[in-house]
């Protein structure tokens, strides 16, 4: 099953599809961490995509695009896949329609103000990568190996809003462009981890 996760920053995209991935054996395709892997890396299209990432504004489709082209085309995609940031524009899903074929588009819905509280919480580590809410930690140190952990650029209070704001301009369409093909399914997120995991299954009739 190909599957594309939509849903704002924050929603519990990322969360809810590697839970999937470990479940169920889908390969979780992020967006997000091939860049950020990118950026600690260094490369020309990680240097480039930071500028974008720091403001909480979009990476350029010609970017994003071949970069997803390149990583559907990998042996571990062929029965299946959850895309997790991508497309974020219907012009991006107009592209995706060209080389892949979408069986369901999730959106995990989840208001604005959680989706504040929750990134402006957000915390990661240095050393491991490791991510936590300062609401389950005892103190500035990762919970698994020790090292320090930070607030991402994005998740600050100001850069959250603009991301919001990003999404609610170019991302929120794609709910109606996947809507229009019959394919959308919406869970409510806004529960803990194991309810939203299991408003993901009830969603994608996999429970």
Request: hydrophobic share 35%.
């Amino acid at each position: 099953m190909n599957i594309v996760f939509l849903g704002a920053p924050g929603a519990g995209k990322g969360t809810q599809a590697q839970r999937l991935m470990n479940d169920k054996g889908i390969p979780q395709i992020s967006t997000g961490d091939m860049f950020r892997r990118a950026i600690r890396e260094q490369t020309p299209t990680g240097m480039k995509a930071k500028e974008y990432m720091d403001r909480g504004d979009l990476v350029p489709d010609e970017v994003v695009i071949a970069m997803v082209k390149e990583r559907l085309a990998e042996a571990d995609c062929q029965n299946g896949y959850i895309l997790d940031g991508f497309p974020r524009t219907v012009k991006q899903a107009e592209e995706l329609d060209k080389i892949a074929q979408i069986d369901v588009a999730l959106n995990i819905a989840v208001p604005d103000e959680v989706i504040i509280s929750r990134l402006g919480g957000r915390r990661v580590c240095a050393k491991c990568g490791g991510t936590y809410h300062i609401s389950m930690l005892k103190d500035n140190a990762c919970p698994a190996c020790g090292g320090e952990l930070y607030q991402r650029d994005d998740d600050k209070p100001e850069t959250v809003k603009n991301r919001l704001n990003v999404y609610a301009e170019k991302t929120a369409p794609l709910i109606d462009y996947y809507a229009g093909k019959g394919v959308l399914v919406t869970a409510d997120c806004t529960g803990t981890v194991d309810e939203n995991y299991k408003a993901v299954l009830t969603a994608l009739k996999m429970d």
